[in-house]
């Protein structure tokens, strides 16, 4: 996971646990209250909980402002993991207090000094975690060996009889487990995330070079199949200007100089054609604009063409008709009607075939639906294959799959074809929404 991301979430996680946390700590207060009566420092406790609450509300409007503005974004990247331990140690400040206020060690609240401890050794890396447990332990010993004296100084006395009084050896040892059992958590859990994290590393760098050996063998397909289909027409040319060279220099019988240029320029536009088709999703678009569109937008590029105008069937969910993707509006423009064609190729003639749009995990999901007769198993894990086709000769070079998945991974999105043997194929394109800060510029 990219390291802002990963402090924005575990962020996002800490706000969310000290809510919990907020919310509990003042329903535990107000049934103490109810149960006790007067022995219970009400004020001074739900004072506490309120300085939760305040904080949690100015570091998720903090979280809010990062979202939106990328400057702050940044700045909020390189300061998110110190703001995390610096809350985590207020949180252990605020819990001392309310353990002061309401019976010390002999709290059974006091186990959350160890819940810090794993927040802090979850959450963060480097000194942090050490630095959270060593101040948990030291608070922790302070409401052990001296809350009795503190008490004194408090308005009203603690719920729960001060125990243990000073520094015995009961308390002692008890001030020794604590330390033990923080410090251990601490150890074992700091290793386990490094050796975590050294496996995901290690997993996202196979993932990368497999991807990479994959791209270059796609390269290699690809540079194969040109050279395959440029040969024929290159070869065609070739043979014609020897012809022309030997006419010209009197060798040459039966010469016809406006057939040979002729056909001279009807290989050269075949082609281009190939070199056209071989553009035209794979690079083209890397040059032109991005425009913000909606799903009406996205239909209208494909149904007003021949020979989509009268059986594309087009279905857009309510909660999807305001939606807005940013994209090259041709390159998609293309790639929808290459999937369209494909789906109209594979179905009858008194087909239709179903273009839906709905909304899915901040995506746009567009699927192409079709009724023909599917894909075959054998043929299913050749399809994005470059220059692999199905059609007949002539029909197709066999790179509009490959080509359009090109281009929606190049916009962040992903295509993905299901195929039932005998009952139809669906093509189903994800596009990542427009997030509210980019949102009409």
Known sequence: MDPCMRVEVNFSWLLRMRWLAALGQGVTVAVAWILLKDTVPVIPLFALVGVVVATNLGLSGLLKRARLDPQKADKFCRVGEGLMGFVLFMDLVLLTGMLCLSGGAANPFSVFFLVNMVLGTLLLHGAWPWVLATAAIVFFWIILFFHSSWVDFLPKGPVFPDFPHGPTWFGLGFALAMAYAGLILVFFMTKIGGELSRNRRQLERVRKEKEQADRFKALSTLAAGAAHELASPLSTIAVIAKDLELALSGEGEGFHPMEDVHLIRTEVQRCRGILDQMSVNAGKHVGEGLVEVGPRELAEYVTPHS??????????????????????????????????????????????IQMDFALENESLVIKIVDQGTGISPENFPKIFDPFFSTKEPGAGMGLGLYLCRTVIEDMGGSLRISSEWGKGTVACIRLPLVSEGQERG
């Open 307 to 352: 020979p989509f105008q009268e059986r594309v069937r087009v279905s857009i969910a309510p909660e999807a008709k305001d939606a807005l993707v940013r994209i090259p509006r041709e390159a998609v423009s293309q790639t929808l009607r290459s999937l369209a064609k494909n789906a109209l190729d594979a179905s009858k003639e008194d087909q239709d």
